[in-house]
């Protein structure tokens, strides 16, 4: 058994029927690079079957302790069954990229049952008339809970399922996977007392941590390295209500190269700068086409891994995370990636000033109990109508494969994420880089964003507009106008008389 820490116990306590909090990938591959042009459902299964021990979340599922007087428990399922979280759809014809945003949505909308390893995979059929992809194309549509994984680690999960080519070379590692018996009532309830008397010494111990930081983000305020000027709550939007029980998702993909482009056009930007302003760009666009652009900027929250080096495996969430200005309140493209890259670059620093592994521990000095009972009660009163947002939105940044992966021998050729919303956050951008290709695709309620595709439209406008400015000749100071020439000297009088005479 292994326990939950605060941070990944706080998202089965977000859980409710109208706020799933699973994340998740939609994969779309081409089988016509698999052996014999094909891939059989069957064939999927027993493919994922020969996978199960890449990754322990596979087989894992929880046990909730009585009351929540503790955080919940892993324990390797003794009921696993691999044909619950493998299903099989097709889409209607044609089969186009709108119909696979619908199907989508829909599917992310659904809660998980929490009583099983906390991941699905939806193979779907019939993507015969999207746009930029071979037809007869599949798509693998994942949903694992955030319980379990954060972006980083779901990188690990899915090099579990991912080959280099398209031979599908049997994993070298033995599976030596052994269920777990159901702990009892008893057994909990002890192990909560005992961590009940500890939670003491933990405290203190946190704490102690992060005196250290405080003392180091002061001084670095002190000497103007860090500003404080822009921690203020941010403007109410749309997106910042209690949500429904229905989603919408979308995507736009860009050129990796276009976006390197871009980033040198403002010296000391980054990709992830440039991606802040594309979103900050279409975040302007779509609302002021609603009459709503608020006057202050918008901002998002961007996660921050803080796993180790020997932590990519691990189980659950080792995140921290910042919050960024987006500069949706400024029209010029470039002037929004420099607001964009100072604010960043701010947010950074007080990050590290800090620690953002010891703002991390934090979430474990929160009683389970409570934490759950005021999930709920923020739920049940709709209390994310009544204040100020923390942050309009998510942008998360999950890093992808630089070359070619292939599922069951089938090529990937698009990968997009999708990401859970709640109460006071209703649109999370999820950014997905893959082989020369990076795309923002997001996941938002259906009643704060009842048109995707205008999203859609304004964050690729966002970008063209930001790629014309990075292209644009700059302009070429003028010369100073030369000084006229000296005026001649008169000559002396004497002279003068000389020349006379």
Not at 148 to 176: C, F, K, Q, R, Y
């Amino acid at each position: 058994m292994l326990q939950l820490s605060g941070q990944d116990a706080s998202f089965v306590y977000l859980e409710t029927p109208h706020t799933p909090m699973h994340i998740g990938s939609v994969g779309i591959y081409d089988p016509s690079t698999a052996p014999g042009g094909f891939v059989r459902f069957k064939d999927i299964l027993s493919f994922i079957q020969s996978r199960l021990g890449g990754a322990r979340s596979f087989r894992q599922r929880l046990v909730r302790v009585p009351f929540d007087l503790d955080h919940p428990y892993w324990i390797e399922d003794p009921e696993f069954d691999i044909e619950f979280h493998v299903r099989h759809i097709a889409l209607p014809k044609p089969g186009d990229w709108r119909q696979l945003c619908i199907q989508v949505a829909r599917l992310h909308a659904r809660p998980m049952d929490l009583s099983k390893p906390l991941w699905e995979f939806t193979i779907l059929e019939g993507l015969d008339n999207v746009e930029g992809l071979p037809p007869g194309c599949f798509a693998l549509i994942a949903k694992v809970h955030h319980a379990a994984i954060d972006g980083m680690s779901g990188v690990e999960m899915s090099a579990a399922l991912h080959d280099i080519d398209a031979n599908m070379t049997p994993p070298t590692a033995t599976d030596d996977w052994r269920p777990e018996h159901m702990p009892g009532v008893a057994d909990l309830l002890t192990r909560s007392y005992f961590n009940s008397l500890l939670q003491p010494m933990r405290v203190v111990e946190t704490i102690g941590r992060s005196l250290p930081g405080m003392a180091k983000l002061t001084a670095s305020v002190t000497k103007g390295d860090v500003s404080l000027a822009g921690t203020k709550l941010a403007p109410k939007t749309r997106f910042n209500a209690k949500v429904s029980a229905h989603r919408v998702f979308d995507a736009a993909a860009f050129k990796l190269a276009d976006i390197r482009a871009i980033k040198d056009a403002v010296p000391g930007a980054t990709v992830n700068d440039v991606i802040l302003a594309i979103v900050g760009g279409g975040l302007r666009g779509y609302l002021e086409a609603k009459g709503e652009l608020p006057k202050d900027t918008l901002t998002a929250m961007a996660p921050i891994s803080v796993r180790g080096e020997g932590e990519k495996a691990a189980l659950g969430n080792l995140v921290s995370a910042m919050v960024v200005g987006l500069g949706t309140q400024i029209e010029d493209p470039l002037v929004r990636l420099r607001f964009v890259h100072g604010e960043a670059a701010n947010s950074k620093a007080m990050t590290g000033a800090v620690g953002a592994r010891t703002l991390t521990d934090y979430s474990q000095l929160i009683p389970s109990g409570l934490a759950g009972l005021a999930a709920r009660l923020y739920t049940r009163v709709g209390a994310a109508n009544a204040h100020a947002p923390v942050f309009n939105c998510v942008v998360t940044n999950v890093p992808g494969s630089r070359i070619p992966l292939y599922f069951g021998g089938a090529k990937m050729v698009a990968m997009y994420g999708t990401g859970p919303v709640f109460d006071g956050m209703g649109l999370i951008n999820t950014i997905y880089s893959y082989t020369d290709t990076i795309a923002i695709s997001f996941t938002s309620d259906r009643a704060m964003m009842p048109d995707p595709e205008a999203y859609a439209a304004a964050l690729t406008a966002a970008f063209e507009a930001l790629k014309a400015a990075a292209a644009a000749p700059k302009p070429v100071a003028p010369k100073p106008p030369k000084s006229p020439p000296p005026a001649p000297k008169k000559a002396k009088a004497s002279k003068q008389k000389e020349l006379t005479a």
